[in-house]
Nanobody
Framework: VQLQASGGGLVQAGDSLRLSCSASGRTFRPYAMGWFRQVPGNEREFVAA????????YYSDSVKGRFTTSRDNAKNTVYLQMNSLKPEDTAVYYCAAADVPIPIVNVKLYNYWGQGTLVTVSS
């Protein structure tokens, strides 16, 4: 399975961006798809995730109410809609997939990772 993330860019505080993550390869039926972010010198942190079969989504407290993750099963694609962006949201954003049940916020248990896309929010 290969994951391809896209949609990052430079925006101003208060703007919106939508990230996409498309999966290719063998038949894709993950347990969950996650979004994580990382800034230099920090650990990769959980942002959001979605259970593939049910569509139930989970969010970190820092993005709850501003970010929304969704999936298109037919396109094997997951999205992260980011609204009301803040400078502290600046990071490289990664999508990831887990093909077995895991604690959904645990970055170490995801099997597959995309290459990351940079989001920069200016003040």
């Amino acid at each position: 399975v290969q994951l391809q993330a896209s949609g990052g860019g430079l925006v101003q505080a208060g703007d919106s961006l939508r990230l996409s993550c498309s999966a290719s390869g063998r038949t894709f039926r993950p347990y969950a798809m996650g979004w994580f972010r990382q800034v230099p010198g920090n650990e990769r942190e959980f942002v959001a995730a979605i259970r593939w079969s049910t569509g139930i989504a989970y969010y970190s407290d820092s993005v709850k109410g501003r970010f929304t993750t969704s999936r298109d099963n037919a396109k094997n694609t997951v999205y992260l809609q980011m609204n009301s962006l803040k400078p502290e949201d600046t990071a490289v954003y990664y999508c990831a997939a887990a093909d077995v049940p895991i604690p959904i916020v645990n970055v170490k248990l995801y099997n597959y990772w995309g290459q990351g896309t940079l989001v920069t929010v200016s003040s």
